[in-house]
């Protein structure tokens, strides 16, 4: 059976809420204001890192002690409660199993908070196998992948680390630009397809949603 890598954040969950709670949150807490979610998440997609964020509304000194203290509050249960599905995820992924080993990529420091967010939102028993990554960058997805390989894979996923690691490994390459990254930006890395949504795929596959 064929095996479909499938990025987390971004790909199959809308993790703006989280994102920008905890920006917001950590700004306030040094008494900086915080920009708009549209204006926080627009400049997240267009990848501008968090500390250039940080610099638009704070002082520069603010920049290491809010990256700090953002990466001890990022996978927190209070923060992946923000966390949603994407639309159409749960069906999409359901007619994909029917044809495809699923297998999830992510890159998570606690794997219990990972279990359980996964279960809360009817994942967990979707995925024959789950990577976990200990860095994110693309050499990190690479080693993951490598030591699953199977033949005639594909990997999905929405920022250039996915794309990057479908390329170095020659395997059909999905971008989703949904996520963390523009259209526009994914499109300029050429992947073998660019969708607009997880959902998107199914057409690619020549998969039929026969669920209604």
Request: hydrophobic share 35%; proline share 3%; net charge positive.
């Amino acid at each position: 059976m064929k095996t479909i890598y499938l990025d987390l954040d971004g790909t199959i969950l809308d993790v703006s809420d989280r994102l920008y709670q905890i920006y917001k949150d950590v700004i306030t807490s040094f008494k900086c204001k915080p920009l708009s979610k549209t204006r926080y998440w627009w400049l997240k997609r267009n990848k501008i890192g968090e500390g250039e964020i940080v610099v638009i509304t704070c002082p520069r000194r603010v920049i290491s002690p809010y990256l700090k203290k953002r990466c001890s509050l990022i996978e927190s249960l209070k923060y992946l409660k923000h966390d949603k599905l994407n639309p159409n995820v749960l069906k999409t992924l359901k007619i994909l199993k029917e044809n495809y080993r699923l297998v999830l990529m992510t890159f998570r420091i606690s794997r219990r908070n990972l279990r359980s967010e996964l279960k809360k939102l009817g994942l967990i028993l979707l995925f024959d196998k789950i990577l976990i990554g200990d860095k994110h960058e693309y050499e990190s997805k690479i080693r993951l992948i490598k030591e699953d390989m199977h033949p005639n894979a594909i990997i999905i996923g929405d920022t250039e680390e996915d794309v990057l690691t479908g390329q170095k490994l020659r395997i059909k390459t999905i971008a989703v630009s949904n996520g963390m990254r523009t259209r526009k930006f994914l499109a300029s890395l050429k992947p073998d397809y660019l969708v607009t949504s997880l959902s998107g795929v199914l057409k690619i596959l020549g998969m039929r949603d026969h669920r209604g």
